[in-house]
């Protein structure tokens, strides 16, 4: 399931009355685009405002601070991220396939509009504690759905499974923002198969269980 914050490539005139939810989402739109421009501390909530185009008291309405902000947007793309790992590991009952899979979802995580991963694994606020925890709860959670699998299919104790869960998951988080570097210098769909290819070589030689 891709999270869509809709771009706001024109403001919408100031005193434009919209349901509430609406008037989240376009607040969240704007934010966004202004977090990965600028980053967190550069970016204004002036500047947010008037991207969204709302005046500032209607903003702080909706979200006390910058912070709120940030964190609230934050949980909707590491739900996003986890939902996508979920869903790939569920896709199938073929490893060699839940492994590509899985791949693909932190592939096409990078890939989607607005650069939403930046404000995931880029972010400058990456040491604030509620920053760093839903991060590495993300993470956590789709490395034990992972070791889950693995350690169903293959009978490794909890801590092997855990581990090799998240070295997967690291594996496809790094080479995924990498990728994104690249600019496209190797297709998607090859750079996913040749990291998949690289990972199930290693995790298909464990034994599975009868």
Not at 116 to 142: G, H, I, K, M
Request: with cysteine; charged share 25%; aromatic share 8%.
């Amino acid at each position: 399931m891709e999270i869509r914050v809709t771009a706001t490539p024109d403001a919408k005139p100031r005193g434009t009355r919209l349901p509430r939810l609406a008037r989240r989402r376009q607040l969240l739109s704007a934010a966004q685009e202004v977090f990965v421009q600028n980053g967190y501390h550069a970016a204004a909530m002036d500047e947010i405002a008037d991207r969204a185009g709302v005046s500032k008291p209607v903003l702080y309405q909706h979200f006390p601070g910058k912070l709120e902000l940030y964190l609230a947007l934050l949980d909707l793309h590491v739900d996003d991220m986890v939902n996508r790992c979920r869903e790939a590991l569920a896709s199938t009952h073929e490893n060699k396939l839940r492994v590509q899979a899985t791949f693909s979802a932190f592939f096409d995580f990078v890939s989607t509009q607005g650069e939403a991963f930046r404000l995931v694994f880029e972010s400058d606020l990456r040491n604030v504690a509620p920053v760093r925890q839903r991060v590495e709860r993300s993470l956590q959670e789709c490395a034990e759905m992972v070791s889950a699998v693995i350690q169903e299919d293959t009978g490794c104790a909890s801590d092997e499974a855990h581990l090799l869960g998240m070295g997967l998951v690291g594996m496809a988080e790094v080479s995924a923002r990498y990728w994104v570097t690249t600019h496209g210098s190797i297709p998607k769909d090859a750079a996913e198969q040749l990291m998949a290819r690289l990972a199930w070589r290693g995790i298909s030689g464990f034994p599975r269980t009868a």
